[in-house]
Antibody, heavy 125, light 111 residues
Framework: EVQLLESGGGLVQPGGSLRLSCAASGFTFNNYAMSWVRQAPGKGLEWVSAIGGSGGETYYADSVKGRFTISRDNSKNTLYLQMNSLRAEDTATYYC??????????????????WGQGTLVTVSS | QSVLTQPPSVSGAPGQRVTISCTGSSSNIGAGFDVHWYQQLPGTAPKLLIYINNNRPSGVPDRFSGSKSGTSASLAITGLQADDEADYYCQSYDTSLSAHVFGAGTKVTVL
């Protein structure tokens, strides 16, 4: 059974930093890309960042580029999100999500087939 | 403003059929990127409901179906049940943004 367990959320002041973790189990972690998706209180879903299975490829939404860093430790089956220069608008529940990849010809695509339960990040003074 | 447009809410009586639209543009759905749908029950994490336009993961009832045409996609729920009350999100990829994009979500209410 696939399980994703986020941790590391909490209250942080504007300009501060926080590191989120996502412990994965139930699948061969290094075979799959992973993403972080966030949801502000009462709002919709926003993709934040993704990382390839080996960790060599990383992608970011414009809203977090230059402030957030995604990484993974495949020896620990754990995904991370280092969040710096936090702003009030970063307040959200952060979900880690496993990506499922399929390809047509030379182009591959992803969707999110498993999600963690989320961890709440509140940026406030 | 979401890149993919969904109606904020739809409602129906038990047993009825409801549909949720997801309208994109030439840089996402219209560019050939597939659409996936997620169900978020109150207070829980999203769950994959439909993938690659019209495929159901194991365990998802066949009351849920998806379709895609042109720059839009739709999710249909037939035989509406009380436990279908949830928020539903469409998702695709946008080549202009180089990002996965979601609709703003549609709240389904069972009357």
């Amino acid at each position: 059974e696939v399980q994703l367990l986020e941790s590391g959320g909490g209250l942080v002041q504007p300009g501060g930093s926080l590191r989120l973790s996502c412990a994965a189990s139930g699948f061969t972690f290094n075979n799959y890309a992973m993403s972080w998706v966030r949801q502000a209180p009462g709002k919709g879903l926003e993709w934040v960042s993704a990382i390839g299975g080996s960790g060599g490829e990383t992608y970011y939404a414009d809203s977090v580029k230059g402030r957030f860093t995604i990484s993974r430790d495949n020896s620990k089956n754990t995904l991370y999100l280092q969040m710096n220069s936090l702003r009030a608008e970063d307040t959200a529940t952060y979900y880690c999500a496993k990506e499922s990849r399929y390809c047509r010809g030379s182009t591959c695509y992803d969707y999110f087939d498993y999600w963690g339960q989320g961890t709440l990040v509140t940026v406030s003074s | 403003q979401s890149v993919l447009t969904q109606p904020p809410s739809v409602s129906g009586a038990p047993g009825q059929r409801v549909t949720i639209s997801c309208t994109g543009s030439s840089s996402n759905i219209g560019a050939g990127f597939d659409v996936h749908w997620y169900q978020q029950l109150p207070g829980t994490a999203p769950k994959l409901l439909i993938y690659i336009n019209n495929n159901r993961p194991s365990g998802v009832p066949d009351r849920f179906s998806g379709s895609k045409s042109g720059t839009s996609a739709s999710l249909a729920i037939t035989g509406l049940q009380a436990d279908d009350e949830a928020d539903y999100y469409c998702q695709s990829y946008d080549t202009s943004l180089s990002a996965h994009v979601f609709g703003a979500g549609t709240k389904v209410t069972v009357l």
